[in-house]
């Protein structure tokens, strides 16, 4: 069982990320990993913090001579800013007078019903944990994920398909999804030029207002066999884990899963994708074919085959450089929220953070079906399994 987590805050000395299960034998490319954890740092409209960090993957256990060796993988990523919070925010008592408090909690963010549920003073601990930089030990934990779902062919990529108002009007071809996770300059991670430069005009507005925007990014995964996930139990269908895995990254509000938001409002013969069947070998693994792919590759809570197609929808960022109305912690006293810094749009780097999520959901599910304790047994099983849909 692929089992995976994190700690740490957005500026204690040091985030993690712990992963378990994974067959030995993967081989670990830790240029991989940093790349990845530099994608989530790219994108116009991030914030201050971005400029301070350069993170890197110090992998602590779980990987021998470039290769995991079957125990749990931990990896840290320093807060570089850290040290300029050590006496603010110390591990022992410190000094109170040093401390550094949220006095008013941001509407839209975790403050107000985090102090409430921990019965914190102020918001300054919910900040430190539900901050969005906690993705960045889910990234590690994902790129290795994606190590060894590589191992089976099966590969996981985002783009950008809505700033603002601003939305990509065209289908993106898998080719053009892979060729920005490989571009070293990332403005907003959309594969037409003339739509992005647009998304950043909704990303200047903004900047200029003092305001934030987000949009949609849409995750795709490539290569997966058909016969992930289950309907025979509610809490095994891939639609709900991947949902679910989406969902749980910040500032997602609403998770689709191909077309499903058009669905509701189409009728079925315009929705369901027609099955066609390939007469000779066309390199599919079960000669069944679509000509289009509205169920974003899963039906019934199962991967037919095609792509997986997973959309996330992320509300505007709360912390607003021109704060909204908000309430003093200590005296009740109406007042503005606190703002220290923010980004003003994270869309790919959200993406970023949802495509190792999205790893991590399909390697586990992988690992449940193929087994092995070993990469080349679970490859032996992997290649059985699709021999034998080969041959249905
Ligand atoms: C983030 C780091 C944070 C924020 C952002 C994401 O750094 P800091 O709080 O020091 O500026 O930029 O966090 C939030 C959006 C949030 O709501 O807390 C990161 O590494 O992605």
Excluded at 27 to 54: A, C, H, S
Excluded at 100 to 109: D, I, L, N
Excluded at 183 to 189: A, I, N, R, Y
Excluded at 350 to 369: D, F, I, R
Aim: glycine share 10%.
């Amino acid at each position: 069982m692929i089992r995976f987590s994190t700690a740490g805050e957005s500026h204690g000395e040091a985030l993690i990320a712990l992963i378990s299960g994974l067959p030995a034998g993967v081989p670990v490319d830790l240029d991989f990993v940093n790349r990845e954890l530099w994608r989530r740092q790219q994108g116009y409209g991030r914030g201050g913090r971005m400029k301070i960090e350069t993170d890197k993957a110090h992998v602590l256990s779980g990987v021998r001579h470039g290769k995991t060796i079957g125990s749990p993988i931990a990896i840290e990523i320093v807060n570089r800013d850290w040290k300029n919070w050590e006496e603010k925010l110390p591990v022992e008592a410190g000094d109170p007078a040093k401390h550094q408090a949220v006095a008013s909690p941001r509407p839209g963010h975790a403050d107000l019903a985090g102090a409430l549920k921990y019965n914190f003073p102020d918001a300054r601990y919910v900040l430190e944990r539900a901050s969005a930089r906690e993705s960045t030990g889910r990234v590690a934990a994902g790129a290795v994920a994606k190590l060894m779902l590589r191992t089976l062919g099966i590969e996981v990529a985002s783009h950008v398909i809505r700033v603002g108002r601003v939305e990509l009007t065209r289908p993106a071809t898998w080719e053009e999804i892979v060729a920005l996770s490989a571009k070293d300059e990332v403005v907003l991670g959309c594969v037409d030029s003339e739509t992005e430069a647009r998304m950043k005009e909704e990303v200047e507005e903004a900047a200029r207002t003092g305001d934030t925007v987000n949009g949609v990014f849409e995750v795709v995964v490539h290569g997966v066999p058909a016969g992930l996930g289950t309907f025979a139990n509610w809490d095994e269908r891939l639609d709900g884990l991947l949902a679910w895995s989406v969902m749980s990254l910040q500032a997602v509000k609403a998770v689709e899963i191909g077309r499903g938001v058009t669905a509701a409002e189409s009728f079925g013969s315009a929705v369901h994708d027609p099955i066609h069947y390939a007469a000779e070998d066309n390199g599919h693994p079960t000669r069944f074919t679509r000509p289009q792919n509205n169920a974003g590759g899963i039906e019934g809570g199962v991967s037919n085959g095609e792509d997986l197609v997973i959309r996330g929808y992320l509300k505007p960022i709360s912390t607003l450089r021109r704060p909204l109305e908000s309430v003093r912690f200590d005296t009740r006293e109406k007042t503005s929220a606190s703002y220290e810094r923010s980004d003003i749009c994270v869309v790919p780097a959200a993406g970023v953070a949802a495509e190792a999520m999205v790893a991590v959901t399909v390697a586990s599910l992988a690992q449940q079906k193929f087994g092995g304790d070993s990469a080349l047994e679970m490859k032996r099983n992997f290649d059985g399994y699709i021999e034998q849909i080969r041959r249905y």
